[in-house]
């Protein structure tokens, strides 16, 4: 799941406060988007399945496997999974997009479903830059200058980072639960015992014990981080199952647990990396248009949309979806994601 700049949630709390008392939660350099909404159909989440045959193509370090639905020639759209989850999160947001004119490309994240390590001689790294770098990779591979990039959880970071560092390969973005980019050094300082309480997945992560009980019961585990993050969500077995298989990738598990080793400075990333990861522990703005979401039952740790809105200085909105919607929101709100796609496209 996600994480966050951990220095910056201890004042939240009183920044959110400042804020309802002055009436102030955007940064004076971002400007509020304006115009008419999309005009997106009504979604029953639910109403797909599956995305059809996948595709692969090498790009960068990776074999990825990627769905893909549209016109190829319509507006590209990237759509990134998370942890637990999987490109199935998208399985009604992508033919909803497609019938507005979108050519969606859903990549399976390293160490996930088909994609593959070309060597085995490969670190393993699941540092949040090289996933970003993935992702610019594919672009590269497919051809792809620039495209609106929308995600959650890993996803959502990945989107961030792409269009902080990059924001010429970024026409707009959609991030649930804001503004995900953090550091080593964020990731070390402590918070309150009811907050850490929330982050008991990562200590586990950091043991041996942790790494062998992931290897052993990841599907067990994932399940229950799925009814936490999403306590209002009734998801089938159906549904879970479609996703989990995709947690048999050979490499799964060494990308999840390197991933959040990595952020708390228990594992070293790759000194070709370090120039990337300085950049981002600036917490960079982001300028390219924006719409941040937050479901109204996420069970996963999130910020506030206060303490992050002053990072997007370009034109931006904050949405709250309201319904029992939690974290994995694309797949649970698939309608309301759609509509920020779109609508993020229009500014």
Known sequence: ???????????????????????????AGAQAM???????????????TSFGPLKQIDAGLLNIGYAETGPSDGPVVILLHGWPYDIHSFVDVAPALASKGYRSIVPYLRGYGTTRFLSSDTVRNGQPSVV?????????ALKIQKAILAGFDWGARTADIIAALWPERCKGLVSVSGYLIGSQEAGKQ??????????????????????????????????????????????????????????????????????????QGLADGERKYDDLEKRLATSPAIAVPTITMEGDANGAPHPPSSAYAAKFTGKYEHRNVTGGIGHNLP?????AFTKAVVDVDGY
């Open 331 to 335: 797949q649970e709100a698939p309608e």
């Open 34 to 48: 304006k115009g008419n909404r999309a005009d997106v159909p009504p979604i029953k989440p639910g109403t797909h």
């Open 132 to 140: 970003a770098l993935d992702i610019t990779n594919l672009m590269d």
């Open 190 to 263: 402590p918070l309150p015992p009811q907050a850490e309480l929330e982050w008991w997945y990562q200590f586990y992560f950091a043991t041996e014990r942790g790494r062998a009980g992931y290897d052993k019961y990841r599907r067990e585990f994932s399940k229950l981080i799925w009814q936490l993050a999403s306590p209002q969500w009734k998801f089938d077995d159906a549904t879970f199952d479609r996703s989990a298989a995709s947690f048999s990738n050979p490499d799964h598990v060494a990308i999840v647990i390197h991933n959040y080793r990595w952020r």
């Open 1 to 27: 799941m996600m994480n966050y700049d951990r220095r910056r949630l201890l004042g939240a709390t009183a920044m959110t406060l400042a804020a309802a008392q002055f009436g102030v939660f955007r940064s």
